[in-house]
């Protein structure tokens, strides 16, 4: 069974640092294409960041250029967003998912449909 679990959510303060992961079980993330995605209350999901199967293309979202890192652990069969210089409009659920690899391309991150999701993990950003 193909699986995505995410953490590493919390509370913290505008201008800290945090860093999620994605882990898979049942298939091997080195041959895969993962995207982050985030939603906040009243507001349309939003695709934060991607990572091809091939390493080849990384996604960024403009709201999170320069400020989030996409990386991958084959040893641990794990995907990281690390999260720095955050702020309170980065307040929200973020899930990763797997992708087709055409989902993620340097211009755009496309969501798949239901059935490629973890189950989300929330972060806090306030003082």
């Known amino acids: 069974q193909l699986q995505l679990v995410e953490s590493g959510g919390g509370w913290v303060q505008p201008g800290g640092s945090l860093r999620l992961s994605c882990a898979a079980s049942g298939f091997a993330l080195d041959y895969a294409t993962i995207g982050w995605f985030r939603q906040a209350p009243e507001k349309e999901r939003e695709g934060v960041s991607c990572?091809?199967?091939?390493?080849?293309?990384?996604f960024y979202a403009d709201s999170v250029k320069g400020r989030f890192t996409i990386s991958r652990d084959s040893a641990k069969n794990t995907v990281y967003l690390r999260m720095n210089s955050l702020k309170p409009e980065d307040t929200a659920v973020y899930y990763c998912?797997?992708?087709?690899?055409?989902?993620?391309?340097?211009?755009?991150?496309?969501?798949?449909?239901?059935?490629?999701w973890g189950q989300g993990t929330q972060v806090t950003v306030s003082s």
């Open positions: 990572t091809s199967s091939s390493g080849t293309i990384t």
């Open positions: 998912a797997l992708l087709p690899y055409h989902f993620c391309s340097v211009y755009r991150l496309t969501a798949p449909g239901p059935g490629s």
